[in-house]
Nanobody, 117 residues
């Protein structure tokens, strides 16, 4: 089993910054990919950013140039630096960790990010 603990959400004004963290623990031999998703009220959960074991990263078009995903392999922790936040970034943000590629992986409990306009 793998446990994920997220932190860093909160309330911020538009144009501000937040940094999310997600620490993985448990039966972890290796991690294939770590990602952040978000779900706004009344909307489907969407992929925000992914970082693979190789170090390759990809981002949703809506956050390119504003968000940065990174990871600390020694700590099994993934971060999401969110800058120039917009009202439409308001959502619950979820961490996802895949030990095996193309599987559902494990989910964090979610952390609320609220951007005031």
């Amino acid at each position: 089993q793998v446990q994920l603990v997220e932190s860093g959400g909160g309330l911020v004004q538009a144009g501000g910054s937040l940094r999310l963290s997600c620490a993985a623990s448990g039966s972890i031999s290796s991690i294939s990919a770590m990602a952040w998703y978000r779900q706004a009220p009344g909307k489907q959960r969407e992929l925000v950013a992914t970082i693979f074991n190789s170090g390759w990263k990809n981002y949703a078009d809506s956050v390119k140039g504003r968000f940065t995903i990174s990871r600390d392999n020694a700590k099994n922790t993934v971060y999401l630096q969110m800058d120039s936040l917009k009202f439409e970034d308001t959502a619950v943000y979820y961490c996802n960790v895949k030990l095996i590629p193309l599987t559902a992986g494990y989910w964090g409990q979610g952390t609320q990010v609220t951007v005031s306009s």
